[in-house]
């Protein structure tokens, strides 16, 4: 059994969505956690814990940022926290994954599967520790969460599209 801490400074949780349907928005949260619980080496029987403070969403422009953290969107006041939960991981081959579980998004739980590619350990030359990566890759609807403002485009088509593309990669220090 593997006791990872997660490194924040080398992780990153980033989000791209469709705008005008020619372009695509990009953001990030800022602060996340994540927990890991089995061995690294069986990962199959691992579960892993995340949390978001949606109110750490950072895209660039102080409006849009305002905007997602309206009731319009994720309404931090009220939902402050996106959480995911493990349920199952099934090994694909030597380094990828695919990890589903329970996605609660403003208090709407819908089961999510995710891409997770293990680079491996290695060792830091810095400090001593052997280190753990993931690459997380996976899509979500945002709508199926709640999140269905939108508006039309004389053009036809809407502003925001409702695939959500989730990218993270998470570097954990192995105790």
């Given at each position: 059994m593997s006791t990872l801490a997660l490194d924040k400074v080398h992780s990153a949780v980033n989000f791209t969505v469709k705008h005008m349907m020619v372009s695509k928005a990009k953001g990030e949260f800022q602060e996340f956690d994540v927990a890991f619980s089995g061995d690294f080496n069986d990962l199959e029987n691992a579960s892993v814990t995340a949390k978001?403070?949606?109110?750490?969403?950072?895209?660039?422009?102080?409006?849009?940022?305002?905007?997602?953290?309206?009731?319009?969107?994720?309404?931090?006041?009220?939902?402050?926290?996106?959480?995911?939960?493990?349920?199952?991981?099934?090994?694909?081959?030597?380094?990828?994954?695919?990890?589903?579980?329970?996605?609660?998004?403003?208090?709407?739980?819908?089961?999510?599967?995710?891409?997770?590619?293990?680079?491996?350990?290695?060792?830091d030359p810095m400090e001593g520790?052997?280190?753990?990566?993931?690459?997380?890759?996976?899509?979500?609807?945002?709508?199926?969460?709640?999140?269905?403002?939108?508006?039309?485009?004389e053009t036809g088509g809407v502003l925001i599209g409702k695939d959500v593309k989730v990218t993270a990669g998470f570097e954990f220090v192995v105790q």
């Open positions: 978001i403070d949606v109110s750490s969403i950072e895209t660039n422009n102080e409006d849009r940022n305002g905007h997602l953290k309206s009731e319009d969107f994720f309404n931090t006041e009220q939902y402050p926290e996106i959480t995911f939960e493990s349920t199952s991981i099934k090994k694909l081959n030597d380094t990828d994954y695919e990890v589903t579980g329970d996605l609660t998004i403003r208090d709407v739980t819908n089961q999510a599967t995710f891409k997770v590619e293990y680079n491996g350990t290695a060792k520790n052997t280190i753990a990566g993931f690459d997380v890759e996976g899509s979500i609807n945002r709508e199926a969460y709640g999140l269905t403002w939108n508006a039309p485009l």
